[in-house]
């Protein structure tokens, strides 16, 4: 589904990544894992199309298509949708208009009917309320106030409205206590989970893991994938930290 | 006796529109007056007109305890201009939300005086400016504080958006003080919409166009947050940005 070929990146013409290669295929959860640094971040801001992030050698294929040569928002029509390690506040636009706005763009670019106030409003309230949100956030300008933990479960509704195909999720568990990961990690599971989809989560700690099972974990160090392997990955790198693992 | 007319080297004229405005001086030179009673509250939205010049010149008095709220859109196809001169007694109130939209060769402005002549006012001053082409959009904002106008809260917040290389956004606010234990604040800042708000909503679906739109109407739509009856207000500025993003 997101196959990854020896892709090269540099930011402010510094080199980040250095030859990303990885496969995911539909159905499938990977986890990729690595110290502050090694280019996690890069790697999602790269693959949704942040301007500034230069790709300089390799590429990437979303669906048979050439991702890398989309624009942001074509890549969100395609089905790509990427949960922000620091969602942006939007001052005077509430998080109704702002994903109405996004998820009727996305359909009109795909030639499907655009949703109504009604029908819209019908199923923000739905996701919010599976994400334990309070539907009244809704109404409030895009994370404008919202505490760090509640800017990720934004994100999660913001996913659930838009029903993607692919999640890249970039540290979507950070700020997180303990009953918010376990309703998010339900979120992911629940949105994401499916035959036809597939999710890159980008991690630090082991402890989303528990709830989202990964099929694959693989391990990022200075820009390149240094080790792959199963669940069981995680769960050693947790033990015994990235320096040993990644020897 | 018509009042006579003013030259730019009035500062409050600095960068008005002054052949805009001969034709049509004579019927602003007088300007309204009006008077809030103590303890009473006045609200008013002002909206642009179909003229291509708009001038509005406005006085308010307000009593002890009086409140006063003006929502303004100065969005004139040439020259408008709200200059507003407010006196706050005792314990008054005086709330002023005000934008200017402009694109082509216009001139918006908001120009304003206000006057703390009592103990303990509360003044707050929002404008937000969106311009493109060669527009012009001013905000001159005049802040006194009279001997014994003790415990003046006044604040003054202003931010313009350039779209265009070619638009100007002038931002004077100037404070005159003659108390000593008052609480006056000003801020301002001119700028370009921001590249990661941009991103944000690109990576949600929004095309590049649509993005800017949002962010624009965002900036400028929370000035009508706390008024009664905004639906007026808020499609006039819908309308003005539409003229401006294009």
Known sequence: MLEITNLHATVADKPILNGVSLNVPAGEVHAIMG???SGKSTLAYVLAGRPGYEVSEGGATFLGRDLLAMEPHERAAAGLFLGF???VEIPG?????FVREALNTQRRARGEAELSGAEFIKLAREQAKLLGMDAEMLKRPV???FSGGEKKRAEMVQMGIINPKFAVLDETDSGLDIDALKSVGAGINRIMRSPDKGVLLITHYQRLLDYVEPDKVHVLNAGRIVRSGGPELAKELEREGYVEAAA | ???PFPTRKQEEWRYADLDALRPVWQQFAEPLTLTVGPG???EKIWLPGDEDVLVRRVQIAL???????IYVLNAASEYGRTELEVSLAEGADFELFGANIGTGLSTNEIVTNVRHVGVGGRSRQTVRSVLNGKATGSYLGKVEVARGAQQTDAEQSVKAMLLDRGATANCKPELEIFADDVKCAHGASVGELDAMQLFYAESRGLDPA?????LLEGFVMGLWDSAKDADAIGEAAREALRRVVG
């Open chain 1, 35 to 37: 110290p502050n640094g």
């Open chain 1, 85 to 87: 390690q620091y969602p």
């Open chain 1, 93 to 97: 636009v509430s998080m109704l208009q």
């Open chain 1, 143 to 145: 994370n404008v106030g």
């Open chain 2, 1 to 3: 006796m018509t009042a």
């Open chain 2, 40 to 42: 009473e509250s006045f």
């Open chain 2, 63 to 69: 009593e002890a305890g009086a409140k006063a709220r």
């Open chain 2, 210 to 214: 649509s993005a800017r739109a949002l």
